[in-house]
């Protein structure tokens, strides 16, 4: 038996938005549980798609687990100094408290930014190696889109990385890390640990691994595991995260230095050889709603745009008006949009009733560039308190409470308004006040992949819009601070210099 000290702190950051995420963010709760301590993280995980959900399943029972802090926040701006400090500094004193245990299993995300910490998670990882000492092994799980740091890597003993964007996996991956930790308990920590840093930058839509090259990619690193090889490590990088290291990296954890040489080498390789097929048509607001309603004209199933660069999952202001005008003036019919994040639109259609209309500005309330509110008269078709449970296959079982929502219809366009930002994941957030997504012309989703995983199957087709938004799809046009020179800033793209 031993006694195993468990938590997380998990956001992903989005540098290039003015907004801040605090610690009332965390605190609150929302599309995610509120800030769970001790015995919480427990209650309000178990069961649930995080990574810690999956830990919990598959460690051994007869182990003693000794639960800290854990928070989750959508993604935003910049951590906040004092939310950083505040639950770090609790997850380390709790930690001192526990002392002495025998492993650690962090649940991280691996894109977070504070403000005086670019590399929040190395950080944080180094403080708590400080509190236990080079010998207890240390354990953790990663989004996906982390931006695997030199930090990271040293200060932990496995790692156990999303294997899917869309993340259908997050409980899987938690699973994944605590068979890595039972290894490291009966085996001992690997000693030797190797890093390759991909030498160029991947938009966020260039990295579905439900189509190649990605796909291949993910697969190649799961086959590689096993034997000296402890874990095989791809994370494909979160380019709004303004730091050195951002960016996609291999990592690999073995118990021999060539062991862990000939893996990382092999899926460098696979990746820098493959480099030209990451791409995807980008399509401007009316390409994309023309194509859309030509589509639709004539298929017995929804087409799906999706908003990508306000998507809140990315640290999207989620109430950008670009594609509804563009909708709207080229009378688009049969669509239904979500989510819009409007708390005074939300709270005008509750005072207002169903089948009353309402002339507002909707939407375009946080100074984006080329955005703008939405003026129109809107008539109330539904209404909710925003509380529901998912059940698709992006983020099934999440108990999400968007707080007072409605939608609201003008002409042809139905926009589900919430009180919360939130990501288009789930058919749910449709069906729980009463719209069937599947009865739609067109779906206009603020999201960039996750979306996929549910809505997909009901899709006709799916295209991807670019319209003023805070998630920024081409690193290009980042102003970058920290980001290392010569990174490329596209496959096969140009390199970056320091302006």
């Not at 000492?133 to 030199?150: A, K, M, R, S």
Request: with cysteine; aromatic share 8%; proline share 6%.
């Amino acid at each position: 038996m031993a006694r195993i000290a468990i938590g997380g702190f998990l956001h992903e950051t989005n540098c290039f938005v003015d907004m801040r995420t605090d610690y009332e963010y965390y605190a609150k709760g929302g599309e995610f549980p509120p800030l769970a301590r001790r015995e919480e993280v427990i209650e309000r995980t178990r069961g649930t798609p995080f990574g810690m959900a999956g830990f919990l399943d598959e460690i051994d029972p007869s182990h003693e687990l000794v639960p800290l802090i854990w928070g989750h926040a959508g993604a935003g701006g910049y951590i906040t100094d004092e939310c950083y400090e505040r639950i770090v500094g609790e997850f380390v004193g709790m930690l001192s408290q526990a002392m002495p245990v025998d492993a650690v299993y962090v649940e991280l995300h691996g894109a977070m930014c504070a403000e005086s910490f670019p590399d929040a998670e190395g950080e944080m990882l180094r403080r708590v190696r400080a509190t236990v000492g080079p010998d207890i092994p240390i354990v953790i799980t990663l989004d996906y889109h982390v931006n695997l740091t030199e930090q990271m890597v040293e200060h932990c003993d496995g790692m156990a990385i999303y294997l899917t964007y869309p993340h259908i996996d997050r409980q899987h991956t938690g699973g994944r890390s605590a068979v890595l930790l039972e290894r490291v308990l009966k085996e001992g920590a690997p000693k030797f640990k190797t890093i390759r840093r991909i030498p160029f930058l991947l938009p966020l839509n260039f990295q579905c691994t439900l189509v190649e090259p990605t796909k291949g990619i993910v697969e190649a690193s799961v086959a590689t595991e096993g034997g000296d090889v402890l874990n095989l490590s791809y994370g494909a990088g979160f380019p709004p995260s303004d730091l050195a290291e951002c960016g996609p990296a291999v990592v690999c954890h073995a118990y021999t230095q060539e062991a862990a040489d000939k893996a990382a080498d092999m899926l460098e390789a696979m990746i820098l050889e493959r480099e030209a097929e990451f791409a995807e048509p980008l399509l401007d607001a009316d390409e994309a709603v023309t194509q859309a309603m030509e589509i639709a004209a004539g298929a017995a199933k929804p087409v799906v745009i999706a908003d990508t660069q306000d998507n809140p999952g990315c640290g999207g202001t989620c109430d950008t008006t670009g594609l509804l005008e563009s909708l709207h003036r080229l009378g688009a019919e049969g669509v239904a949009m979500c989510v819009m994040w409007d708390t005074a639109a939300a709270e005008a259609a509750h005072a207002a009733g169903i089948g009353a209309d309402i002339t507002i500005d909707l939407g375009g309330k946080h100074d984006i560039e080329g955005d703008k509110p939405f003026h129109g008269t809107f008539t109330v078709t539904h209404l909710s308190d925003g509380q529901f449970t998912t059940t698709g296959k992006s983020i099934p079982g999440r108990k999400v409470n968007l707080g007072p929502t409605a939608v609201i219809k003008i002409d042809g366009i139905s926009i589900l308004v919430a009180s919360r930002r939130m990501q288009a994941y789930d058919q749910d957030i449709f069906k729980h006040i009463g719209i069937e997504p599947s009865e739609q012309k067109i779906l206009a989703l603020k999201s960039t992949c996750h979306f996929r995983a549910d809505f997909d199957p009901i899709a006709e087709k799916t295209l991807v819009a670019l319209t003023a938004g805070a998630h920024i799809v081409d690193p290009r046009v980042y102003p970058y601070k920290y980001l290392r020179e010569g990174v490329r800033l596209l496959p096969l793209g140009h390199e970056y210099k320091a302006k």
